[in-house]
């Protein structure tokens, strides 16, 4: 699911079994770079981990959910700086 505030975007993904998912962000204006903070369960079923990294609506982010877990992605600008 992908909603919209303003220049904000809010995904959110669960899934009832363990796998890799592809979530791809052509939705994202052309031209615009976002910074994505993904919020995931941990790998060891304790906490969440947190990334952040650039994104663009050529991105892809691929989701590594386990089994009855879920994602949660802000995407806001500006992105960050690339390295």
């Given amino acids: 699911v992908a909603r919209r505030k303003g220049d904000h975007w809010f995904l959110g993904a669960i899934a009832p079994i363990e796998g890799k998912f592809g979530i791809p962000l052509t ?3 052309p031209g615009a770079k976002f910074t994505a903070q993904i919020y995931s369960d941990s790998p060891h079923g304790r906490g969440v981990d947190i990334q952040e990294r650039a994104v663009d609506r050529e991105s ?5 959910i386990t089994a009855n877990g879920g994602l949660a992605v802000t995407l806001f600008l500006p992105a960050l700086p690339a390295s």
């Fill in 27 to 29: 939705f994202l204006a």
């Fill in 60 to 64: 892809s982010l691929q989701a590594d």
